[in-house]
């Protein structure tokens, strides 16, 4: 099978751990040991989040003051060069030394009429008290929206429309080489009036760009890795529920939340429709029965309804 595994942000970093180096490389390696187990006999491509990393180096620009911040577009690209190494090296050290890798960087295309650019939505960066929120957004044109007591600048997240490198992706697989590429979503990018390419500021919803990737390289199985073991309704109350088999129809009237698994269940729903395959919705750590069939939350078209675990 030709497999796509998109790693949310826990496979990175867990949630209130410090973002050191040592503790990122310890949570890929509990990554690649799960997806080490499904290599053998199938194509693989790989696609990660990269929020916190990008979210460090906003932080680290911001106590430099000699210069202007480095633009999101290339701090998505030095992520997927950093985060792409330490995949390589973490799953490489786990399979046959023959086995080939390669990191991809990953520019994907948005359209400049995107209604997202409308309604930034997309918090980056450090937080601020008001004032100086509010003094830095007249200064450099941000938009800000509060964050607890504090503000944060938030970015446009508009739809992915094209990933430039889809051709030699296909080519390493066809090659036999694992690859990591669309990191984060991909490299933000548009074309100007001019109609030369250029970065944007802005970030792209890395599990919509993972099921366009995944559709495009009509790959059999999309794997949405995340850290639950499967969408949930009236999740974290007495009468939550985990789902087990959906139709795209059934499972997009359930109302998920957009700033958790909504974006999840949605790059799901658009994979199944589009491709007639089957989409997993399921934890870090059950990848290899996520694969068997015997784990997650599996969105398909072929079956109508909805069942629950």
Known sequence: ???????????????????????????????????????????????????????????????????????????????????????????GNLLDFEVPFATLLTQVEVDANDPAFKNPTKPIGPVYAKAEAEKLAAE??????????????????????????????????????????????????MYGEDGKLRGIEAVIDKDLCSSLLAGQLK???????????????????????????????????????AGSMGPKVQAACEFARATGKTAVIGSLSDIEAIVQGSAGTRISTAKPGITYL
């Open 140 to 189: 450099k044109g941000w938009a800000i929206a509060p964050d607890g007591d504090k503000y944060r600048r938030v970015v446009a997240s508009p739809r992915p429309k094209r990933i430039f490198e889809i051709r030699p992706i296909s080519w390493l697989l066809e090659k036999g080489s694992i690859v990591i590429c669309a990191g984060g979503g991909g490299i933000p990018t």
């Open 219 to 257: 790959a059999d199985l999309l794997v949405i890795a995340t850290d639950v073991n499967a969408a949930f309704i009236d999740y974290g109350k007495p009468t939550q529920k985990a789902i087990g088999q959906a139709h795209p129809d059934e499972i997009e009237k359930l109302g998920f939340a």
């Open 1 to 91: 099978m030709r497999i796509v595994v998109a790693l949310g942000g826990n496979a990175l970093l867990r949630r209130g751990e410090p973002m050191t180096a040592d503790n990122q490389r310890a949570n890929i390696r509990v990554a690649t040991e799960q997806i080490a187990k499904i290599h053998p006999g199938n194509e693989l491509v790989i696609a990660h989040g990269n929020g916190p990393q990008v979210g460090l180096l906003s932080l680290q620009a911001a106590a430099y003051t000699q210069v202007s911040p480095y633009p999101l577009d290339v701090l998505g690209a030095e992520t997927e060069g950093m985060i792409g190494y330490i995949i390589e090296q973490e799953l």
